[in-house]
Each structure stands twice: as C-alpha cells, then as structure tokens.
C-alpha cells in the first residue's frame, strides 16, 4: 500500500502564502501523476493541480498566476506553493498520486488524509 502524509495546512490571512508538502511512502514501485485537490465545506472536491513525472503541469483557472505545484522524484514528494490567498480558497487539501506498487497488477489512486487550509482575516 501507498501512504501520503500532508503537511503545511494552517490558517493565513487574505493575500497570504501557504506551502503545502505530500510524500508519498511504501511499497512503492512507480509514482506517475501527482495531485492536489480540495473540498469546501457543502461542495464536490475538485482538482486544484496535477503534475505529471515528466513536470507537465495544469492548473484550476481559479488558481492559475497564484499557485504553482512541484515534486520531487527522488523524494516521493509532492508541493503547492499558494501565493496570494483569498478567502475562496479555504477548503480541505488533499493530496493525490497514481501508481503502483509491487503489488499492483493496475495502477491505483492513492489520497492523502486531507489538511485544512483557512484563509480569513
């Protein structure tokens, strides 16, 4: 099995910046494409960033200029730097990533347990 463990959530204020860490342990004999989603209390949980091994990138709109999602390979790790925060995007943060391990005939979604981010003055 896949864990991921999240760090960095808290609470910030209006036009401040959180960096959010996810590394990824176990079993693990490929990672491919990694994640973050989030979930507002009463919504879906939707995609905020997504990379992919190679460091091809795509972003919500609503976080495109203010976010920016990284990993590292030989950590297992995954990053969201959020810059310039708005009370829009406190939410649940999770942490996604797809792959295999040795175990695996198919590759699997794994998620982290989920870190809340507030955003309030």
């Known amino acids: 099995q896949v864990q991921l463990v999240e760090s960095g959530g808290g609470l910030v204020q209006p036009g401040g910046s959180l960096r959010l860490s996810c590394a990824a342990s176990g079993n693990i004999f490929i990672i491919n494409d990694m994640g973050w989603y989030r979930q507002a209390p009463g919504k879906q949980r939707n995609l905020v960033a997504v990379i992919t091994k190679r460091g091809s990138t795509n972003y919500a709109d609503s976080v495109k200029g203010r976010f920016t999602i990284s990993r590292d390979n030989a950590k297992n790790t995954v990053y969201l730097q959020m810059n310039s925060l708005k009370p829009e995007d406190t939410a649940v943060y999770y942490c996604?990533?797809?792959?295999?391990?040795?175990?695996?005939?198919?590759?699997?979604?794994?998620w982290g347990q989920g870190t809340q981010v507030t955003v309030s003055s």
């Open positions: 996604n990533a797809r792959g295999l391990t040795y175990s695996d005939y198919d590759q699997n979604d794994y």
